[in-house]
């Protein structure tokens, strides 16, 4: 009987560590899936820029050439 409790101990004790090692890969490929959508598919598809020229005299001249960004919708 001790035998046998042994072995199903030894059992289970190896595969703890076969369990860690799957959930460490599932990790590193979901954190690698995240890092190619962030750097590569996100910028390509839901960054903008739109750049506009606004003229009016009610601005100073000493302000010609400043430039404003509006950074919304994150």
Do not use: C, W
């Not at 001790?2 to 595969?15: M, N, R, S």
């Not at 560590?17 to 490929?29: A, E, G, I, Q, T």
């Amino acid at each position: 009987m001790d035998e046998k409790k042994q072995q199903e101990i030894t059992e289970e004790e190896l595969e703890t560590p076969r369990k860690s090692h799957k959930f460490l890969l599932l990790f590193f490929f979901v954190l690698i899936l995240f890092a190619i959508y962030s750097i590569i598919i996100e910028p390509k598809f839901l960054f903008k820029v739109n750049e506009y020229a606004i003229k009016t005299k009610k601005i100073d001249t000493s302000l010609h050439g400043l430039k404003i960004v509006q950074f919304s919708d994150i």
